[in-house]
């Protein structure tokens, strides 16, 4: 992964997010790292939150990662357009292990209940890319 200059800062009840990727891999993923209380729930099924994006374009993605590492992706199923708010939905189930980034795990499959920690980002061939999070939670369906 990259290591791109990212800025965060509460903004309008979210979280904004400014980011100029560097390198070839445009990678910018802002970890988010939970306390006990704010781990999913069990029979949460994945989180839901607003998505507005300011600036730049790209592939949204989450990124949970478990107690111990290992790291699995869930793609958006659709990301907003430029100046676009959207309630994003990603879910636990068909996530995909992060082969060839992420530390080995031992059963092989997403625990949600040992989610630590979540990144909420996008692959992008732009230069910069602005956007929003807010409203996050946890779902169940």
Do not use: C, H, M
């Amino acid at each position: 992964l990259s290591d791109p200059l990212v800025l965060r800062r509460v903004s309008a009840g979210g979280v904004e997010v400014l980011a100029e990727p560097q390198g070839p891999d445009r990678w910018v993923y802002p970890r988010l790292d939970l306390i006990v209380g704010e781990r999913a729930p069990k029979g949460a099924t994945g989180l839901a939150f607003q998505l507005t994006l300011l600036e730049g374009s790209g592939q949204f993605r989450v990124i949970w990662r478990e107690e111990g590492g290992a790291g699995y992706v869930s793609d958006l199923v659709a990301g907003p357009n430029p100046g676009q708010t959207i309630e994003a939905v990603a879910a636990f189930e068909g996530a995909a292990f992060g082969t060839g980034w992420s530390p080995p795990d031992p059963n092989s499959k997403l625990d949600p209940g040992l989610v630590n920690a979540v990144k909420i980002g996008l692959n992008t061939k732009d230069a910069r890319v602005k956007y929003v999070i807010r409203n996050a939670r946890w779902i169940s369906f």
